[in-house]
C-alpha cells in the first residue's frame, strides 16, 4: 500500500464506497463540539489564572529579574492552558463518545483514517509557529539589561543599564557562601546584604566543588565553578529578607548550605557596610587581596586535593598537611 | 504462497553446522557455564583485581582519607566484571576464536537453567533483561522511598546527611540505568526479530553479551553502597567527584559497563532491524516501535561513546592523578559537565523513544482504527534523534560556559518539541472517532499521554531560561523528568507488559489486578509527582535533606502518596507472580485480535520463531479495511485479518496447526 498522500489522499477516500454524506456531516459535528468546548473552557481558564494565580506565582517580585521570570512564566502558562485543555478534552471526549462499549459502527480504516495530509500539515505548522513565537519571546527576554538574572560567565554581555553598579562577590565553599564586598575595602562575611534600587552584579566563583548560587526571591542563579567568575546581574526592588540556597549538589552538607539576605535601603546599606568594614579591618589585613577567584585552599573543609604548593608526585602523606601559601 | 527457506537469501539458520552433534555436551549440566558460575567469577575477579591493586598502588588513599584505595576498587570491579562474563561463558567464544580454534558449539536447551546462561535466543535474552530491568526498578523504588521517608519532616532526619546523600545517588542512578534499557531491554530483544519477520539476531552473542553486561553493571553499582555510596547524585560533577570516597569508583565504574551493554544492544538492533527483515517488509511497513527501536539504536551507539570517555577521564583523575577536571591543572570542571550532557541529553530520548513507539503500536489494537500520520511518527522519531544532539547545554544555562550561546540552546530545545509533539498527533488523530476498548494495555496508554503531556510542556517552561533562572536545580526539575520517564517510559513499560506478556509467557495477567495496578498506579503517581512542581517552585533545591518548613504539606502529600505508589507497584508483583506461576490461565496465541506480525505466531513462540520466513504484505494497520490483505503470508492462515474484530473469532489455543505436525518441518532442538 502506497500512501498517496499530498492532499490526494483526501479526495481518494471518496474511492471507499462507505463514503457516503453521513460520515462527513458526523465528522463536522464531532469536531466542531471539540472546538466549542475548547474554546469555552480556554477562554474562561486563561483569564481566571492570569487574574488571581499569576500575580501570585513564586518567586514574586522582589527584583527586576524575579519579576523578569514570573512573567515569562504566566505568558507561558497562558499559552499552555490552551494546549493541555486541548488535548485532554480530545482525551476525554473521545473516552466517553468512541467507547467500545458504547456500540456504534465499526471504525472505518483505509487511507483516509490513517493519513489526513490536512491535519497533518496544520498540527505541524501550528506547533512550529508556537515553538518559534516562544523560542523568540525567550530570546527577547533573556537579552534585556541584566540578561535574566542568571550566570553569564565573566564577560557578561546584557549588562545592567545603570552605570553605577554594586559588586559583590559570591564565594561558594563546602558548605557555606561567604560575601565579599570589594568596594568597601574587600571585607569578606557571611551576611548577605544589598540596597534597595540598586543594580547588583553578583560575582560567582568558589574554592572547591561546584556550588550554586540562587537567591531565591531576587531571581538570581548562578553556578560557582573553581577558577571561574560567573557574573549575574540584578535590582531589588522591595525590602525585607530572601532565601539564599545551594542549588547544585556540593557533598553531604549540602542541603544545609543556605543563609537568609536582606534588601536594605540605599542608606542603611552604606551604614551597614561601613561599619562591618571597620569592624572586619583587622580580619581583611589577613585575606588575600581581592580576585575574581582563588586557587582551592589544601585545607578546605574536605581535605582538598593537589595544595599548589606541593608536587602532585610527591609522597600522598603531605596531601593536606600542610597550609600552602596563598595563590 | 509460501516460500522455501532454503531459497531466501538472509533466512539461513542460526548455526546451522553443530546442530547434529549434541555429543558435543560436555560434562553435567551444572558444570556449564551458568549465573553460579559468574558469581564466582566475579568474587575472585573482584578479589584478584583488589590484590593487584594494592600491589601496584598500595600507598594511595582516596583524599577523603578512609583507608581505601581506589585504584585497587577501580581494578577490584573491572576484573570483577571481567570474572562476571568468564564465568557466564561469554569469553569463550570470542577467546577462541582469538587462539584460532573452533569454539566449542552450542548447546541446545529447553528448561529453565537457559535463563541462567549465556544463550542465543532473543527471546530467552527478552526474558532475562524483564526480570533484570524489574529488578533495578524495585531496588531503586525502595531507596526512593527511604528518600521520601527523610523528606517527611523539614527538620528531623531519619539518615544522617551521608547516607541520605547515598541514598539519592543511587537510587538516580540506578534508576537511570535502568532506564536506558527498560523498554528496550526486553521488549526491543524480545520482540525485534518477530515484528521483522526474522529468526534471530543478527549478533545473537552480542546480545546476550549486553544483557549480562548490564546485570553486571548492577551488581557494580549496588557495590557503591558498601564503599559508602557517592556524593554526587547520577550526574556525578567532576571536582565534587574528584574529591569523593571509594563508591565514586563504583558509580564510574558501574556507569561505563552499562555503557558498554548500551553500545552493544543498539549495534545489534540496529544492525538487526537494517539487516533481517523479511522479504516485503520496507521501510514503510516497518512496525512503528521498530522505527522507534531503530531510533533509540542510534543514540545508543553515538551518544554512550561520550559517556564513556567521561568515565574513563574521571577514574584517571581519581586514580592516576591526571587532570581532566581539575581546573588548578589545567583541566576543567566544565569538561565533564558538557562530556555528560552530551550524552545526557540524548540518553533522556533513549529513555523516552521507545515508550513512545510502544504507545503508537498498542494503540490502533484498541482503537481499531489505522494508526494516524505513520510516516509523520518514524519521521518524528529520526528527527528527534537528531536534534537531541545539540540541545544539552540546556542543563547548563546557569553555569557561566557559553553565555552568549543560550539563545541558540532554547532554540533547538524548543525545536524538538516540535517532533516531540507529534505523539500527540499520532495518538489523537488514532482516537478519532475509534471503538476503545478499555483492556488495561488501553489504560496505560492513555495515562501515558495523560502523562507525558505534562512532563513535555513543563520541558518547555525549562527551556525557557528566564523561568530556568527560577526552576533550575529545583524540584521542579525532578517533577518534571519524572514525568516524561516515570509517566512516559514506565507506564508504557507496564502497558507493553500487560499487552504482550501472554505472547510472551503464554500466559494471561490477571485483567482485574491489572486494573486496580493501573489506577492506584495512576492516581498515586501524579499525587505524589505533581505537588513537587510546586515544592520547586516555591523554591526548594533537589537533593537536600532539610527544607523550609512551609513547605512541609506538600512534601508530606508526596511522601504519602511516594509509599502508595510503592504499594501500586506490589500489586504488580502479585498479579505477575499468581498469573504466571500460582494460578496460570493460558492465553490464546492473538488475545488482543492484534494485525501485528508479532500476533501471527503460536503461543509460546518457538524458538525458531517462524517455520517459514514470512513475505510482509502490508504494513499491520490496517485496521477496519475489511479488503485489506493479511499482514504477511505465512504460508498458513493469519490469525487476525484486518476485517476481523469480534473476540470470538480470534484463534483459540490449539487451533493452530502444531508445525510439527507438516512434515517438510525440521524439528531441530533449539540453537543456543
Ligand atoms: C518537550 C520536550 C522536552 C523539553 C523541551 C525538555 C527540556 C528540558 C530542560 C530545558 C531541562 C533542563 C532543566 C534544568 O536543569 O534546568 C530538562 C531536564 C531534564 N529532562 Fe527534559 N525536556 C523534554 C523532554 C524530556 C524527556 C522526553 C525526558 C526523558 C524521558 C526528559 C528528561 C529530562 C531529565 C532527566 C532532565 C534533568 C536531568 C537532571 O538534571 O538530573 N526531558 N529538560
Ligand atoms: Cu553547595
Ligand atoms: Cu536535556
Redesign the interface.
Not at chain 2, 463 to 470: C, G, R
Given at each position: 500500500m502506497s500512501v498517496a498522500a499530498e492532499g490526494g489522499a483526501v479526495s481518494e477516500g471518496s474511492g471507499a464506497p462507505q463514503g457516503t454524506d453521513e460520515p462527513p456531516r458526523k465528522e463536522a459535528s464531532h469536531g466542531w463540539r471539540l472546538f466549542a468546548i475548547w474554546l469555552v473552557l480556554s477562554a474562561i481558564v486563561d483569564p481566571l489564572y492570569y487574574i488571581f494565580a499569576g500575580p501570585h506565582i513564586p518567586p514574586g517580585r522582589m527584583s527586576s529579574t524575579a519579576g523578569g521570570a514570573v512573567f515569562d512564566f504566566n505568558i507561558l502558562i497562558v499559552l499552555a492552558i490552551p494546549v493541555m485543555i486541548g488535548v485532554w478534552v480530545y482525551m476525554a471526549y473521545a473516552i466517553i463518545q468512541w467507547r467500545a462499549s458504547k456500540g456504534g459502527p465499526e471504525p472505518e480504516g483505509g487511507p483516509l483514517a490513517a493519513n489526513n495530509f490536512k491535519i497533518q500539515t496544520s498540527w505541524i505548522t501550528i506547533t512550529t509557529v508556537l515553538v518559534l513565537f516562544l523560542a523568540g519571546f525567550g530570546t527577547y527576554e533573556l537579552v534585556q539589561p541584566e540578561g535574566a538574572g542568571g550566570g553569564q560567565g565573566p564577560n557578561p554581555i546584557w549588562t545592567p543599564t545603570s552605570n553605577t553598579v554594586l559588586p559583590i562577590q559570591v564565594i561558594g565553599q563546602q558548605w557555606k557562601f561567604t560575601y565579599r564586598y570589594p568596594t568597601f575595602g574587600g571585607f569578606e562575611t557571611t551576611q548577605l546584604v544589598v540596597p534597595q534600587g540598586v543594580s547588583i552584579a553578583f560575582h560567582v566563583t568558589s574554592l572547591d566543588v561546584i556550588h550554586d548560587f540562587w537567591a531565591y526571591q531576587l531571581g538570581v542563579k548562578a553556578d560557582a565553578n573553581p577558577n571561574q567568575d560567573n557574573v549575574a546581574f540584578t535590582t531589588p526592588y522591595q525590602l525585607g529578607s530572601f532565601v539564599v540556597r545551594c542549588d547544585e549538589l556540593c557533598g553531604i552538607w549540602h542541603g544545609a548550605m543556605y543563609n537568609n539576605g536582606a534588601v536594605v535601603t540605599k542608606d542603611q546599606f552604606e551604614v551597614w557596610a561601613q561599619t562591618t568594614e571597620k569592624a572586619l579591618a583587622a580580619n581583611t589585613k589577613l585575606l588575600p587581596p581581592f580576585a575574581y577567584t582563588y586557587t582551592p585552599d589544601a585545607n578546605g573543609a574536605d581535605g582538598g586535593y593537589y595544595p599548589d604548593n606541593v608536587d602532585p608526585y610527591s609522597k600522598v602523606e603531605t596531601y593536606g598537611a600542610t597550609q600552602p601559601g596563598s595563590g | 504462497m509460501a516460500i522455501d527457506i532454503t531459497e531466501t537469501p538472509g533466512t539461513d539458520f542460526p548455526g546451522e553446522t553443530p546442530i547434529h552433534q549434541p555429543a558435543m555436551r560436555r560434562g553435567s549440566e551444572w558444570l556449564r557455564p551458568h549465573m553460579g558460575w559468574a558469581v564466582v567469577g566475579a568474587v575472585v575477579g573482584y578479589l584478584l583485581g583488589h590484590w593487584f591493586g594494592n600491589i601496584i598502588y598500595g600507598?594511595?588513599?582516596v583524599?577523603?582519607?578512609t583507608g581505601q584505595n581506589n585504584v585497587a576498587i577501580v581494578l577490584g570491579l573491572a576484573f570483577g566484571v571481567a570474572g562476571w562474563l568468564a564465568g557466564i561463558g561469554a569469553l569463550t567464544y570470542p577467546l577462541a576464536k582469538l587462539v584460532g580454534r573452533e569454539p566449542p558449539p552450542p548447546v541446545p536447551e529447553t528448561g529453565w537453567m537457559r535463563y541462567f546462561r549465556y544463550t542465543e535466543d532473543h527471546k530467552v535474552v527478552g526474558m532475562q533483561y524483564l526480570i533484570g530491568v524489574l529488578t533495578f526498578l524495585f531496588t531503586g523504588g525502595l531507596l526512593a522511598m527511604a528518600i521520601r521517608t527523610q523528606l517527611l519532616s523539614p527538620t528531623t532526619h531519619v539518615f544522617g546527611?551521608?547516607t541520605?546523600?547515598a541514598i539519592v545517588g543511587e537510587h538516580g542512578t540506578i534508576m537511570m540505568m535502568m532506564a536506558t534499557s527498560a523498554v528496550v531491554g526486553p521488549l526491543g530483544n524480545w520482540l525485534t526479530p518477530l515484528m521483522i519477520g526474522s529468526r534471530r539476531m543478527a549478533f545473537p552473542r552480542l546480545e546476550s553479551f549486553s544483557f549480562w553486561i548490564f546485570s553486571a553493571g548492577y551488581l557494580v553499582i549496588l557495590s557503591a553502597l558498601a564503599f559508602g555510596g557517592f556524593?554526587?547524585?547520577w550526574?556525578g560533577?567532576?571536582?565534587?567527584q574528584?574529591?569523593a570516597s571509594g563508591g565514586m569508583d563504583s558509580y564510574l565504574v558501574g556507569f561505563a559497563v552499562i555503557g558498554i551493554g548500551m553500545i552493544a544492544a543498539g549495534f545489534n538492533l540496529a544492525c538487526t532491524i537494517i539487516n533481517y527483515r523479511a522479504p516485503g517488509m520496507t521501510w514503510?511497513r516497518v512496525p512503528i516501535f521498530v522505527w522507534a527501536v531503530l531510533a533509540t539504536c542510534a543514540l545508543l551507539t553515538l551518544a554512550t561513546p561520550s559517556l564513556l570517555a567521561a568515565g574513563y577521564f574521571g577514574i584517571l583523575d581519581r586514580t592516576a592523578?591526571t587532570?581532566f577536571f581539575?581546573?588548578?591543572?589545567g583541566g576543567s570542571?566544565?569538561l565533564w559537565q558538557n562530556l555528560f550532557w552530551f550524552f545526557g541529553h540524548p540518553e533522556v530520548y533513549i529513555m523516552a523513544l521507545p515508550g513512545f513507539g510502544l504507545v503508537m503500536e498498542m494503540l490502533p489494537v484498541f482503537?481499531?482504527?489505522?494508526?494516524?500520520?505513520?510516516?509523520?511518527a518514524a519521521a518524528g522519531m529520526i528527527g528527534v534523534a537528531l536534534l537531541s544532539f545539540f540541545v544539552w547545554q540546556h542543563h547548563?544555562?546557569?553555569?557561566?560556559?557559553?553565555?552568549?550561546m543560550?539563545?541558540l540552546f532554547?532554540?533547538t530545545t524548543?525545536?524538538i518539541?516540535?517532533p516531540t509533539?507529534f505523539l500527540?498527533?499520532v495518538t489523537?488523530?488514532t482516537?478519532?472517532?475509534?471503538?476503545?476498548?478499555?483492556d488495561a494495555p488501553m489504560l496505560f496508554i492513555?495515562g501515558m499521554?495523560?502523562n507525558f503531556?505534562?512532563g513535555g510542556?513543563t520541558g518547555?517552561?525549562l527551556?525557557?531560561?528566564?523561568?530556568?533562572?527560577?526552576v533550575?536545580?529545583?524540584f521542579f526539575v525532578m517533577a518534571h523528568f519524572h514525568y516524561t520517564i516515570m509517566g512516559g517510559l514506565i507506564f508504557a513499560l507496564f502497558g507493553g507488559l500487560y499487552f504482550y506478556l501472554p505472547k510472551m509467557t503464554g500466559k494471561t495477567m490477571n485483567r482485574k489486578l491489572s486494573i486496580w495496578h493501573f489506577w492506584t498506579f495512576f492516581i498515586f503517581f501524579n499525587l505524589t509527582f505533581f505537588p513537587l512542581f510546586l515544592v520547586g517552585?516555591?523554591?526548594q533545591?533537589?537533593?537536600?535533606?532539610?527544607?523550609?518548613p512551609n513547605l512541609q504539606t506538600l512534601n508530606d502529600i508526596s511522601s504519602v502518596s511516594a509509599f502508595l505508589l510503592g504499594a501500586s507497584f506490589l500489586i504488580f508483583i502479585v498479579n505477575f507472580v499468581w498469573s504466571q506461576w500460582i494460578n496460570p490461565t493460558k492465553s490464546p496465541d492473538n488475545p488482543w485480535n492484534s494485525l501485528g506480525l508479532e500476533w501471527q505466531t503460536p503461543t509460546p513462540v518457538p524458538w525458531y520463531n517462524f517455520e517459514r520466513i514470512p513475505v510482509v504484505n502490508?504494513?499491520p494497520?490496517?485496521?477496519?479495511?475489511p479488503g485489506?490483505l493479511p499482514v504477511a503470508d505465512l504460508g498458513r492462515e493469519p490469525l487476525v485479518t484486518?476485517g476481523v474484530?469480534s473476540k470470538e473469532e480470534a484463534v483459540q489455543p490449539g487451533e493452530l496447526e502444531s508445525p510439527d505436525d507438516t512434515d517438510d518441518f525440521d524439528p531441530r532442538p533449539p540453537i543456543l
Open positions: - | 600507598q594511595n588513599t583524599p577523603q582519607n546527611p551521608d541520605y546523600i556524593p554526587t547524585g550526574t560533577y567532576a571536582p565534587l574528584t574529591q514503510s592523578q587532570a581539575v581546573t588548578e591543572h570542571s566544565f482503537t481499531r482504527k489505522p494508526l494516524f500520520a505513520y510516516r509523520v547548563l544555562f546557569q553555569s557561566g560556559i557559553n553565555p552568549d543560550r539563545p532554547m532554540l524548543e525545536l518539541s516540535i509533539g500527540f498527533l489523537l488523530g482516537l478519532w472517532k475509534a471503538k476503545i476498548r478499555f492513555l499521554m495523560f503531556l505534562i510542556i518547555v517552561f527551556s525557557d531560561v528566564p523561568v530556568d533562572v527560577t533550575h536545580g529545583s517552585l516555591l523554591g533545591p533537589r537533593r537536600v535533606f532539610e527544607y523550609a502490508s504494513d494497520y490496517h485496521y477496519g479495511e485489506a484486518a474484530v
